[in-house]
């Protein structure tokens, strides 16, 4: 696509259910990353893929939160059982190139913004 | 541990000059990037730096001295539309961006 596609855009989910956010990056771009920025914040890191693999889950604040990306385009980030502090706005970005590639441009995507009761 | 500095507001007005500073301490370092994030929009790229110096494009210039751990983004001519939050990130060791907290820019007519 034209740019980053993340859905849904907005979710409001009850405690303990498990929730489904889905980014389809650029096509052709390589990196997929899964950020958390809250209000004021910069953007705080999760997990990234270079093309199907994870290459780095160290960002994900616990075993409750998964990310996958089975073909190499879109991914998939879960939360299960959902607490009232996984309350956030979710962003995916996307670059053409291999992360540790020169001037690694990441082009974002609105975010999903997820509030959990 | 590791970490970015950046004010976290400025005001300037209309028309004139105003520069972010950026301070990092990082295991490593792989380049800095500047982005631009509007109130409720996704941030968008601005500048990279990687080698000491100036980098001029068109009203925004980004300048870096890495034996310093330091930054600044300078934007002329500022308009009402240069509003927004200015992030600095760091690219450490590891090839992961260390992102700071943000300047939000307050432009007065």
């Known amino acids: 696509g034209a740019g980053v596609s993340q859905s849904p855009r907005y979710k409001v989910t009850k405690r303990g259910q498990d929730v489904a956010l889905r980014c389809d990056p650029i096509?052709?771009?390589?990196?997929l990353y899964w950020y958390r920025q809250a209000l004021g914040q910069g953007p705080e890191f999760l997990t990234y893929?270079?093309?199907?693999?994870?290459?780095?889950k160290s960002g994900l604040p616990n075993d409750r939160f998964s990310a996958e990306r089975p073909e190499g385009s879109i991914s998939t980030l879960t939360i299960q059982r959902t607490e009232q502090r996984d309350s956030a706005m979710y962003r995916c970005a996307s670059s053409l190139a291999n992360s540790d590639s020169g001037a690694n441009v990441l082009t974002f995507g609105a975010g999903s913004r997820l509030t959990v009761l | 541990g590791q970490n970015i500095d950046q004010p976290t507001e400025m005001t300037a007005t209309e028309g004139a000059i105003v520069q972010i500073n950026c301070t990092y301490q990082?295991?490593?370092?792989?380049?800095l990037f500047w982005y631009q994030q509007h109130a409720g929009e996704a941030p968008t790229f601005l500048s990279y730096n990687v080698l000491d110096g100036l980098e001029e494009k068109g009203r925004f210039s980004s300048f870096l001295s890495r034996s310093k751990g330091y930054s600044y983004l300078l934007l002329k001519e500022l308009q009402m539309k240069d509003s927004a939050s200015y992030l600095c990130?760091?690219?450490?060791?590891?090839?992961?961006?260390?992102w700071g907290a943000g300047t939000k820019l307050i432009i007065k007519p």
């Open positions: 096509s052709g771009h390589v990196s």
């Open positions: 893929f270079n093309y199907e693999a994870q290459q780095d």
């Open positions: 990082t295991s490593g370092f792989n380049g």
């Open positions: 990130a760091v690219r450490d060791s590891n090839y992961q961006l260390i």
